[in-house]
């Protein structure tokens, strides 16, 4: 029996509605959630990615600013513009797109954003607490994987979720998540040996590795929930994910498409901190 297609579109939409509800009560109220993107380069995935999240906060009655910078623009500037957004009482989220060019040192670029503002959930101070369990911005991509499993009634509590991949934005942040739910987490990554020994044993298989079509079929256990997190192009340019969709499908109990799964996802829990970090102004008394 084919997998269920899980729909991150569908998915999307439902939490979008509740978002977009949350900023009419907000605006009712006096506030306008604002959201600042800083774009450096010309990566045309960067600029694609920047294109849909300012589309979705016009949608969402989110307020927007884009800042865009060249190549050449350097580090002290772009800490100088965070800077004032951190002081900008009209931006509540701060969100610098990667990745940065060469010669700037990402790591600085975010502990420079207000970790109240910062709604990519990138921060140290952030990623400390959601280790610990307190409240905090969760990275976007991890979340929305956390918010389908929730969705689909999938309770990860007692499963063995495998990943692959450790990068910061993806990987480290989506197994510290499905630990906090009771999952029993295993990360796998460019070093592990006999990989397919993980993955048959996987109850969740979350891939995030970067790597066209790598997991095929017979690397999946019968019934397993699929997760995948690649954007790849295939032999013929057409976009991709990490798992053969065509053979995992008859493996895999729930999977995910690539585009239509994971990323629709990202943006939705953006703009779902975005608003949560408007809310937190109120209530702290600092509008």
């Given at each position: 029996m084919p997998a269920r297609i899980i729909d991150g579109k569908k998915i999307a939409k439902h939490y979008r509605n509740s978002i977009t509800e949350e900023v009419k009560q907000l605006k009712q109220k006096g506030m306008v959630p604002g959201l600042a993107v800083i774009l450096v380069g010309e990566n045309s995935a960067s600029q694609t990615y920047v294109r849909m999240k300012r589309k979705t906060c016009e949608e969402m009655g989110i307020h927007s600013v884009l800042i865009q910078y060249g190549d050449q623009v350097g580090q002290n500037e772009l800490l100088d513009k965070i800077d004032q957004l951190n002081n900008d009482s009209s931006i509540h989220g701060i969100l610098v797109q990667l990745p940065l060019p060469e010669g700037i040192q990402t790591e600085k670029v975010i502990e420079r954003i207000s970790?109240?503002?910062?709604?990519?959930?990138?921060?140290?101070?952030?990623?400390?607490?959601?280790?610990?369990?307190?409240?905090a911005f969760l990275p976007c991509t991890p979340y929305g994987i956390l918010k389908m499993l929730q969705y689909e009634n999938i309770d990860p509590s007692g499963k063995h979720a495998v990943i692959i991949g450790r990068s910061n934005i993806v990987g480290k942040p989506a197994g510290q998540l499905l630990l906090r739910e009771n999952a029993t987490v295993t990360y796998c990554h460019s070093k592990t040996e006999n990989l397919t020994a993980y993955t048959r044993n996987a109850d969740i298989l979350i891939a995030a590795a970067g790597r066209a079509k790598f997991i095929h079929g017979n690397d999946?256990?019968?019934?397993?929930?699929?997760?995948?997190?690649?954007?790849?192009?295939?032999?013929?340019?057409?976009?991709?994910?990490?798992?053969?969709?065509?053979?995992?499908?008859?493996?895999?109990?729930?999977?995910?498409?690539?585009?239509?799964?994971?990323?629709?996802?990202?943006?939705?829990?953006?703009?779902?901190?975005?608003v949560k970090a408007a809310r937190k102004t109120i209530e702290n008394g600092i509008q």
């Open positions: 970790p109240d503002k910062d709604v990519d959930g990138f921060h140290p101070i952030n990623i400390g607490r959601m280790m610990i369990g307190e409240d999946i256990k019968p019934g397993a929930v699929v997760i995948d997190v690649g954007m790849n192009r295939d032999e013929a340019g057409v976009l991709c994910g990490d798992i053969d969709f065509d053979s995992a499908k008859n493996t895999a109990g729930y999977i995910t498409p690539v585009p239509g799964g994971v990323g629709p996802m990202t943006i939705t829990m953006l703009m779902y901190n975005t």
